[in-house]
């Protein structure tokens, strides 16, 4: 089984990558460099997750001429932030990004999210009444500013990020470079499969976040069903000698998603690439699927009048009301 995704540029992707969410300053480093020793070859990145200064120092000791690996050797996202969606901040976020990175390109830049917050360096305005400052910017054009970006030779491939089926198409019908990728939540909870096969069907790579039911996430609720805990997934991994972990990631690598699971643990960075030393049955595959609930774990959350209620719902540009 290929350790990779082809993307529609014909450039390689590793199918497994660490992820950086909620990576503290003070972990991120040296995760980064565990990660790079223990074989990864893709790094997930973003702005907003206020670490890529110090992902930065952890390339600029690992990559180079006269360093373990070439720059080449290692895939590399950023995201651009909702307050950046306006075509003018785009390459100076992208040059921000590359600055703390210390990159000269990236291999993969993505829009984070399909919706834009009001311009402007605080990265979540708000009204007095502390809800968030909206900007209905038309991602369309956000997307001919990122395709400059290829031309310029400042990111090798662009895409897309917690965009729904209908916004790809809407971005497709207008792209003159079409995106490679598409970065959504998922995993067994949230298998994505109807939105995976409209992904394929257009040529992009699907990437999957928080793979294994984010359990480091804030806003968790005593209620929620835990990922990690599922029997069935325990079965798999007795039966494969593995840990659950790696049932799931498996999973997805042999579905073709690509994954990016975020730690700060040596031993658990290590254990969460050693997925290509086995495969499961198609029966396993299903029933891995077949686990799907629809089942979101992260959509930013407010309380209004003492419920629980999605942060951005009323955007115009919000993905999550459509069905995928």
């Known amino acids: 089984m290929n350790d ?32 790079l020793q223990g074989g990864y070859r893709h790094i997930d990145c973003a702005a907003i997750y206020g670490n890529e200064v110090e992902i930065g120092e952890a390339l600029q000791e690992t990559l180079g001429p006269d360093k373990a690996l070439r720059r080449e050797d290692v895939f590399i996202t950023s995201k651009l932030w909702n307050t950046r969606h306006h075509p003018e901040d785009v390459e100076p976020s992208l040059l921000k990004s590359l600055k703390d990175l210390k990159l000269e390109y990236l291999d993969l830049y993505l829009i984070h999210w399909p919706y834009a917050f009001q311009r402007g360096d605080d990265a979540f305005p708000r009204k007095e009444d502390g809800t968030l400052l909206y900007d209905d910017i038309d991602y369309k054009l956000t997307w001919a500013a990122m395709e400059k970006l290829v031309g310029k030779g400042l990111v ?21 470079i079409k995106p490679t990728v598409l970065q959504v939540e998922s995993h067994p909870y949230l298998a994505q499969v109807e939105l995976l096969a409209h992904c394929r069907d257009r040529g992009l790579v699907m990437t999957a976040y928080s793979p294994l039911g984010s359990p480091d996430r804030a806003w968790k609720q005593p209620d929620e069903p835990v990922l990690l805990d599922e029997s069935m997934i325990a079965t798999l991994a007795e039966k494969y000698k593995k840990s659950p972990a790696q049932i799931i990631l498996r999973w997805q690598t042999q579905r073709g998603v690509v994954t990016i699971p975020k730690s700060v643990t040596e031993s658990r960075i290590k254990e969460n690439i050693q997925v290509f030393d086995f495969t499961l049955e198609a029966e396993e595959m299903k029933s891995i699927t077949a686990l799907n609930k629809g089942w979101r774990y992260i959509v930013p959350m407010i309380e209004v009048e003492g419920k629980r209620v999605p942060r951005d719902a009323g955007h115009p540009h919000y993905p999550f009301n459509d069905a995928y």
């Open 4 to 35: 990779f995704a082809v993307l529609n540029t014909g450039r390689k992707m590793p199918l497994l990558g660490l992820g950086t969410w909620k990576s503290e300053p003070g972990k991120v480093k040296q995760a980064v460099i565990w990660a």
């Open 156 to 176: 090798r491939a662009i895409g897309l990020s917690n965009f729904n089926s209908r916004q790809i198409d809407d971005i497709l019908s207008v792209a003159s």
